[in-house]
């Protein structure tokens, strides 16, 4: 049969074929022109390589998580960083390269580890900072487990019609699928290039966020390598610049040395860091001192000095923000009804007749009509044991998890981007109504609908490059399992030692500002309680964010993507410390300089901070974001900080 020339010529049916022929034809020419029939795939070493890389890379993620609220995509990184090991293994005799469809599965495993943080920075924290309650190391490990094997469930049914039918093109899962299959099909020297830029960026990061502990460098002897956290130190020996009255450095208006949070804002763009930076300007060195002025904003009394602290601006500027990223989410959401309904068009629906070619390496349909309802059973049971969800209000989060896995799954196959914000809080906004008054259960019901949603969309990304490859989707589904308990068994951990430990209150600093779970807290404290508990002046900010979000949202859609503001870079301002901000802005302005400047493509400049953008950038927030969280637990357990 014909097939048009498709990334890095991988065949791939034409767009009239996709849109004429039956599901059963196109799983026919799959299966006789792209499958690749018993090539080893989720072999030992495979699985074993995934657990580990995912389970390290998680904590990057963790990292830039409590940083910024995101979470970082870590299937490119772990595809480069398996290809050269074994590359190296195989040159000094002790291994064999892996095959195209083994990295492949291996990227399932470790792509499932890296995204089990997204709950940890975001419901479950905001849970423990609502009630004051630290939940067991195991009941969240067993929580998180438990969600993302029905996000699992709830995927599966879904691939047939959005990768086999509809072919979705799942941007990030593709573009896995073309690196792996230039790695392997010949371009060996770019990947071996690629993985040395990983490896010496993380080393030489690692090595810098090993020198900002002064702790750790006095105790090794050699106090004169220590690097100053905030640049601007030296300032403040001789004068404190002030800001209508306000220490600068009390409004968090500095210059830092967190190179990870450059090298996330060169990954985010320069529309997003000109967003973030904007945003902060106003943010902090406009509304803040403001409303201290006007007494909105108060310190703490510390040895009869007056202290501010991050946390006492973020309390009141956090409701713009909130309001701001909130509907314009949902605006975007909202704004494309197309999509929407396409998410439902046809689900139950199987064109060309009940032939199934691929029955015999499709995860049978038993798993799915047993498995969800009996995981979905346990869920609800963990939901009224942890977190007092009662049945009832339980069982109604499952049909909402459906709907919302098929508008999740839709949204990430046409643009990468899942929507778990967005979705989040229209569970809390249901359960607003359904529950007034009772926050954890609107936090515990929406983390259940993000998670798993997000889960079932994520793993349809990764079985994207495995249908591209020809790979076994049960042994994908298989590798995704593996990579959820391996991620949640490394990150849960390392979150409670590293930030919680036996107080939830002391997670929100300076330095680990925890915006997601803020903005969770946030919603849900005002879904149950109302505005009217709030300040009048953070009220009048609530209700100027949430329409600058709806225009914003609109403005950007109008322009078809143009116009040079995005809101939820402006109101993540908001809930994130100045000097986090103008750290991310300066790395998305160096790489945009970089691509303006570096145009030579057979120069090192251009191949390094041009052509292999993600690579340089994920080996140093890698680099630095392990070493970060060594640092912590090193002070904390070892030095006594």
């Known amino acids: 049969m014909s097939h048009t020339p498709g990334p890095s010529d991988l065949p791939q049916l034409t767009p009239d074929q996709i849109r004429e022929w039956s599901l059963e034809q196109k799983d026919r020419w799959w299966l006789e022109n792209v499958y690749k029939g018993d090539m080893p795939q989720l072999t030992a070493r495979a699985a074993l390589t995934g657990m580990l890389l995912g389970g390290v890379l998680s904590l990057t993620n963790l990292y830039v998580g409590v940083k910024t609220g995101w979470t970082l995509g870590v299937g490119i990184t772990s595809v480069i960083l398996a290809f050269g090991l074994f590359k190296l293994l ?35 924290a905001a849970y423990m900072l609502v009630t004051g309650v630290v939940l067991p190391v195991w009941a ?7 969600l993302s094997f029905l996000g699992v469930l709830f995927a599966f049914p879904l691939k047939k019609r959005f990768i086999n039918d509809e072919q979705l093109p799942f941007p990030e899962g593709q573009a896995a699928g073309v690196v792996m299959h230039a790695l392997h099909a010949g371009q060996a020297a770019d990947g071996v290039f690629k993985a040395k830029l990983l490896v010496g960026t993380g080393a030489f990061a690692g090595g810098l966020k090993l020198l900002q502990s002064e702790a750790i460098t006095t105790r090794l002897g050699v106090p004169w390598a220590h690097i100053p956290e905030f640049l601007d130190a030296w300032v403040y020996t001789r004068f404190t610049p002030r800001l209508a009255g306000t220490p600068l450095k009390d409004l968090t208006v500095r210059l830092d040395s967190d190179f990870v949070m450059v090298a996330a804002g060169g990954l985010m763009g320069i529309r997003t860091g000109l967003s973030i ?22 310190g703490r009394v510390v040895d009869g000095v007056a202290v501010l602290a991050f946390k006492d601006i973020t ?41 199934d070619p691929l029955r015999d390496i499709e995860l ?20 009224w044991a942890f977190f007092g969800v009662t049945p009832w209000m339980g069982a109604l989060a499952i049909p909402l998890v459906f709907v919302f896995t098929l508008i999740a799954v839709n949204a990430t196959g046409l643009t990468s981007i899942t929507p778990t ?5 229209l569970t809390q906004l249901t359960y607003g109504a359904l529950a007034p008054g009772n926050v954890t259960t609107n936090l515990a019901t929406a983390g259940i609908t993000a998670e798993v949603a997000s889960n079932a969309a994520n793993l349809l990304m990764d079985i994207k490059p495995g249908y591209m490859l020809g790979a076994k989707p049960r042994q994908q589904a298989l590798g995704h399992c593996l990579g959820i308990v391996a991620g949640a068994l490394v990150a849960v951990p390392v979150f409670f030692l590293a930030f919680v430990r036996d107080n939830p209150a002391g997670m929100i600093t300076e330095a680990h500002p925890f915006p997601s779970a803020i903005v969770w807290k946030a919603v849900a404290e005002v879904l149950t309680s109302g505005l009217s508990n709030l300040k009048p002046s953070a009220q009048v900010a609530a209700a100027v964010g949430a329409v600058a979000g709806v225009l914003l949202e609109w403005l950007r859609s109008a322009t078809k993507g143009r116009f040079p503001i995005s809101a939820v870079g402006l109101g993540l301002a908001f809930v994130i410390s100045f000097n986090t901000c103008l750290a991310m802005f300066l790395g998305s302005l160096l790489f945009w300089l970089a691509g303006k400047l570096f145009t030579d493509k057979a120069k090192l400049p251009h191949r390094v901070l041009v052509e292999n953008l993600e690579p340089t950038t994920a080996g140093i927030i890698a680099g630095g974001a392990l070493m970060g969280i060594a640092v912590i637990l090193v002070e904390v357990f070892v030095l006594g900080g």
């Open 90 to 124: 195989s040159r000094v005799g002790l291994g064999h390269e892996m095959t195209v469809l083994e990295n492949n599965a291996m990227q399932s495993v470790a792509t499932a580890a890296g995204y089990m943080t997204g709950p940890l920075v975001s419901a479950i």
């Open 140 to 146: 969240t490990v067993a929580w998180l487990v438990c």
């Open 277 to 298: 930076l904007l945003g902060a300007i106003l943010n902090y060195m406009v509304l803040a001192p403001w409303m201290i002025s006007r007494g909105d904003i108060t």
């Open 315 to 355: 309390m009141w500027s956090l409701w713009g923000g909130v309001a701001m990223m909130t509907t314009a989410s949902l605006t975007s959401f909202f704004g494309k009804p197309a999509v929407l309904l396409s998410s439902f068009r046809g689900f139950f629906a199987r064109r060309g007749g009940a032939a």
């Open 364 to 383: 049978p349909g038993s798993v799915f009509l047993i498995g969800i309802p009996v995981v979905g059973a346990v869920v609800v049971a963990m939901g």
């Open 421 to 425: 914000s967005a979705l989040g809080k």
